[in-house]
């Protein structure tokens, strides 16, 4: 029962931290720009499909493919910045809010589209020989692709974190959303600003893309649900605290794993309800203040 | 006696906002109210309006305690004000941002017709009856002040609590505007009047209330309470 | 009032010509999209209530579709007449609207519109599970089904929709509800009950949704049950309403004509689902340059002098 | 060493500064004062490049500023701390600071002009690791005014600095001010207490709906019978 007990909070961090690597590119996109990408979850597909291309058409391997993804990513998010979300930064905040929805939502229909074509509808997953493999502690079994998954995570959180307290260009960004006129007024180009943390975003996306083709699968329609994902996690850390999304993700990703155990396919609507009870008794979210 | 406040505190993450403040209206009289920026005069607005509840203490209107009562109920028996930094509804036209105070306020109707005229009357009462199918975010500063009161006007309240409606105005304006305001009240309306306005306040009003820091310092006739050195040094700064 | 009886006239003259429609033609693709166009007019008016003119951006509208869809069409099946599975299935979803309501509305801008985008997941998710193989009309109904009750219902919803919209933006209420839109404490101050305000848009709303819903089922001859929770049904509202133009009468229906044509033009054009790639960037245009909708731009470009609005004295 | 001439500002369709002019020489305080809601912050606004004029011209060391974005504003030496003071509420003190010396300008020499700030409020060493919203009123306006500084500003642009403070902590700051200038900055003053606002400035600007209405030497103006009526009350005269 204790094996089964921990084995089953095992997988939950495993899962748990993919989605606190997903929410964190949101969070940092919100907490910085005032921007809502609701297409968030696009850009996480695209990333584990470049993964997979990677590996299927170079045999890069995924890990190896990892950086190179992230660096992609980055590219098409400052790609999309300059063309699209660059317009919108511009507006006051709630004409701001609607209308980064909207242009989400264009997004949306965009991407799976296109992915169907260049992938098919298929199910896909990038599976390097030694996926599957795994060892066992105290009858516990550790899959070294997801734990591998939950240490690159956690490395990827903390660099952003150290980026964002130790580094003068990770404080202006702090500073940016803190508020964009006194960074202005310090000197700090937003405009650069907005573009940089867009890109780091997207490319955390990316990131957080492959990690899940290696232990899920990919389909052009993943997308919107790992949006939601994302979504929750953020709001439950408090929009736009880092380290506090990364916590809140592994607790979504425990929850969801115990109660699997209880609810069987009712897990997913469980954990969705559990959220939006906090959200109502508690709007600045968990770690967030009031 | 009006409006009465006993013991009223508010404060912000520790700082006090209101600090025990005891303060009474009378019927029928303009009371000015005046004290630095910061001193507490906004915060005393949105809690007599509802939109702020107090830590403690009570406000009480013709002997009712409206203290718990949300701010729509507040302003259905009696109680209507106007903002410092306007509200008005900016994609709706005067026309109809007046509406909406006769129609939900102290004498609420269904009728559409009704409302439409007697929104009508006080734009032209107010000085806006030309620009009554203008937009609200059309209007300069000065007309959506007039705005502003004219949707609390149309609430047909019995109180009127005005924040700062002579900022930013010429003298010429200042005049006009302290007829309107005697207008008003010989209406039979009782009014709070927030202003930096000096010349206005000594005015129009009947009674001055001075604070700062959240406390009452000066209370009485105008032309005592701006003498009073405590006003002097809070108000219009030290003379070091 | 000449002006109103004018549009009186064109708008009764519009339904007329709309319900002689089958009389000039029987092709059937051409019902087809007049049914879609009439539905998607249904949908996106009954979101442009709360999210035009009470100005709640509820992201959960597909929740109502479903379950107005859902309901009408298990009823109907089960043998009860379809008018009363219909108004069933509205019902219930104004319900589930009024019992979500009051927390809901307790969320305020991003946290409301997030709210309400994973309370349509859940219902998605419990449907899916507990409704997962697809209601095909069994085969005596088939045998009779045709398109032309399917478009007259869809034409009285609409017609409905419209004029539920119309009232609505000349009663008290649709003035609360913009008061509300245009600022909270200001309508506050000014004797608007929020709550209340914002639960009776909603159930209105969500009513008509519910409708729209089960006249969507009484049409499709098979349904997914998960599919009418999903969330592109709230997308679609959405897009219609901000490209027609928000809070507009005239509004959602010229975006439901514009996005049925320019989908079914596209589908008939390219391959697969890359219509709606093309649609999508299309959208993303119209929001970056026509960011008040079609109506604004049209509005703005026949004269320069508007209602309330001065004539520019600046280029921008 | 600035000039504004003729400068107009739109809020959206709204006017707020109609035909204003102003020069300010090296080494400075000119007051600017007028009712609230008259265009002062505006104003200030205008020159930081948070409002660019649409018509008239902006000159700083007969460079045009009306053009420049406000982050090169900031490089050419001319800071803004505005009413709401412009400090980053959920960063600490030390944070803060280093973010004032964000332009290529103030972090070639950060570490002197933090000594310097220090020196001037030495609260604020103290207070370093503090979460800026936790600091008082009067700490915060020290700090906004110390993150203008570490931008090594030649002209320092405060709004409204003694807004909701205790007249004591008000007279620090004015202290405060006073000391800077010494130090050659330049300061152009927006100040709602008028008594304190031309005690330490040479010249002031009297603002109304937008438009300079008077420009006159400070003493002259706190004798002046319409500015004491207007501005410091009847009771005055």
């Known amino acids: ?290 | ?240 | 009032m000449p002006k109103n009886w004018k549009s009186f006239f064109i708008f009764g003259g519009i339904i007329a010509l709309l319900a002689m429609l089958p009389l000039f033609t029987n092709r059937s693709d051409v019902l087809t999209w007049s049914c879609l166009t009439l539905q998607y007019i249904l949908l996106s008016q009954s979101w442009n209530i709360i999210g035009g003119y009470a100005g709640q951006v509820n992201l959960g509208h597909a929740a109502f579709f479903g379950l107005g869809a859902l309901t009408t069409r298990y009823l109907w099946l089960a043998g009860l007449p379809f008018p009363a599975s219909l108004l069933s299935g509205a019902f219930i979803a104004t319900v589930f609207a009024l019992l979500i309501g009051i927390p809901a509305f307790r969320l305020r801008g991003i946290y409301f519109v997030i709210g309400t985008l994973v309370l349509a997941e859940i219902l998605k998710v419990v449907i899916d599970t507990r409704f997962p193989v697809a209601s095909v009309l069994p085969v005596e109904t088939l045998l009779t089904y045709s398109l032309l009750p399917r478009y007259y219902l869809s034409l009285m919803g609409a017609v409905l929709s419209v004029i539920a919209v119309y009232f609505i933006s000349r009663s008290r209420l649709g003035l609360g509800m913009m008061a509300i839109r245009e600022d909270e404490d200001a309508a506050r101050t000014s004797g608007v009950n929020i709550l209340q305000n914002k639960l009776i848009a909603f159930a209105i709303s969500t009513f008509l949704a519910g409708l729209a819903g089960g006249i969507f089922a009484f049409y499709m001859v098979a349904i997914q049950p998960g599919y009418v929770f999903s969330p592109i049904w709230t997308f679609d509202s959405v897009v219609i309403v901000f490209v027609g133009g928000i809070g507009t009468l005239i509004g959602p229906i010229i975006g439901s004509v514009f996005f049925v044509l320019l989908k079914q033009w596209l589908s008939l054009h390219l391959p697969g689902g890359l219509h709606l790639a093309v649609f999508g960037v299309l959208f993303i245009l119209v929001v970056l340059y026509m960011p008040d909708g079609f109506i604004e731009a049209i509005r703005r470009y026949g004269k320069m002098v508007t209602l309330g609005r001065k004539p520019m004295v600046q280029g921008g | 060493m600035l000039e504004v001439n003729h400068i107009d500002t739109y809020y959206g369709e709204l006017k707020a500064l109609w035909d204003v002019s102003l020069t300010l020489d090296k080494g400075e305080i000119v007051a600017l004062i007028g009712a609230n809601g008259s265009g002062k912050s505006t104003l200030l606004e205008a020159i930081a490049g948070l409002l660019p004029p649409t018509t008239g011209e902006i000159l700083f060391e007969g460079v045009r500023l009306d053009k420049e974005p406000s982050h090169r504003i900031v490089e050419f030496g001319v800071c803004l701390v505005p009413e709401d003071r412009g400090i980053f509420p959920g960063m600490n003190v030390s944070e803060n600071l280093e973010l004032g010396a964000f332009s290529k300008r103030g972090r070639k020499e950060k570490e002197e002009t933090l000594h310097v700030v220090y020196g001037l409020f030495p609260i604020l060493k103290n207070r370093r690791n503090q979460l800026t919203r936790t600091l008082s009123g009067g700490e915060q306006q020290m700090l906004a005014i110390g993150k203008g500084l570490l931008s090594r500003p030649k002209l320092l642009m405060l709004d409204e600095p003694s807004l909701g403070l205790a007249p004591l902590v008000t007279k620090n700051i004015f202290e405060a001010i006073c000391q800077i200038n010494q130090t050659g900055v330049s300061i152009l003053l927006v100040e709602q207490n008028v008594h304190i606002a031309l005690r330490v400035a040479k010249r002031a600007y009297i603002i109304e709906n937008g438009r300079i209405v008077q420009h006159e030497q400070a003493k002259n103006l706190l004798r002046d019978r319409r500015v004491i009526q207007a501005y410091l009350g009847t009771h005055y005269a």
Request: charged share 15%; proline share 3%.
């Open chain 2, 1 to 240: 006696m009006m409006l009465e406040m006993d013991s009223l505190s508010k404060s912000f993450g520790g700082l006090m906002a209101i600090n025990h403040l005891d303060l009474d209206v009378y019927k029928g009289e303009i009371l000015g109210f005046i004290g630095p920026n910061g001193s507490g005069k906004t915060t005393l607005f949105n809690l007599i309006s509802g939109l702020l509840k107090p830590d403690s203490g009570k406000i009480k209107l013709n002997g009712i305690d409206i203290t718990p009562l949300s701010s729509h109920k507040i302003c259905q028996m009696g109680i209507a004000r106007t903002f410092q930094l306007t509200k008005p509804f900016a994609q709706m036209t005067s026309l109809e941002n007046v509406m909406v105070g006769k129609a939900f306020g102290c004498t609420p109707t269904w009728s559409m017709r009704e409302a439409k005229e007697e929104a009508e009357k006080i734009l032209r009462f107010i000085g806006l009856g030309e620009k009554s199918m203008w937009r609200a975010s059309a209007l300069g500063v000065v007309d959506r002040k007039k705005l502003e009161t004219a949707r609390a006007l149309a609430t047909k309240p019995k109180l009127l609590l005005l924040d700062e409606m002579m900022a930013g105005l010429t003298p010429t304006e200042v005049e006009e505007a302290m007829v309107l305001v005697k207008k008003i009240r010989d209406s039979g309306i009782t009014l709070i009047v927030v202003e930096h306005v000096m010349e206005a306040i000594l005015g129009i009003s009947d009674r001055v209330v001075a604070i700062n820091a959240g406390e009452k310092i000066a209370e009485g006739a105008p032309q005592d309470v701006v003498r009073e050195r405590k006003v002097i040094e809070a108000y219009l700064g030290e003379e070091a």
């Open chain 1, 1 to 290: 029962m204790v094996q089964f007990l921990a084995q089953t909070f095992v997988n939950g961090i495993n899962v748990g931290a993919l989605y606190g690597l997903a929410a964190v590119g949101l969070s940092l996109i919100f907490g910085v720009m005032r921007i809502l990408n609701v297409a968030h979850g696009e850009f996480l597909m695209v990333g584990g499909y470049i993964g997979f291309w990677l590996f299927k058409l170079y045999g890069v391997d995924p890990f190896v493919g990892l950086p190179l993804v992230g660096i992609f990513l980055f590219l098409i998010g400052i790609v999309f910045y300059k063309v699209v979300f660059s317009r919108v930064a511009k507006f006051h905040e709630e004409v701001k809010l609607k209308n980064s929805l909207l242009i989400a939502f264009g997004l949306y229909l965009i991407f799976p589209q296109i992915a169907m074509v260049l992938w098919t509808a298929d199910e896909r997953a990038i599976s390097p020989a030694y996926s599957g493999q795994a060892f066992d502690l105290l009858g516990v079994r550790f899959g070294y692709v997801p734990l591998a998954g939950v240490c690159i995570a956690i490395i990827v959180i903390l660099a952003m974190y150290l980026f964002l307290t130790k580094t003068y260009f990770g404080k202006s960004l702090r500073g940016t959303a803190e508020s964009w006129k006194a960074a202005k007024l310090s000197g700090i180009h937003i405009e650069w600003t907005f573009m940089i943390t867009f890109g780091l975003g997207i490319s955390l996306a990316g990131i957080a893309g492959v990690l899940i083709a290696l232990t899920q699968e990919l389909t052009p329609f993943m997308g919107m649900p790992w949006t939601l994902k994302a979504l929750i996690v953020v709001v439950l850390a408090g929009m736009g605290s880092i380290v506090g999304a990364f916590v809140a993700g592994l607790i979504l990703g425990i929850v969801e794993a115990v109660s699997a155990i209880f609810m069987g396919p009712y897990t997913i609507a469980i954990g969705l309800l559990i959220f939006l009870i906090i959200l109502v008794l508690r709007p600045q979210g968990l770690f967030g203040r009031a």
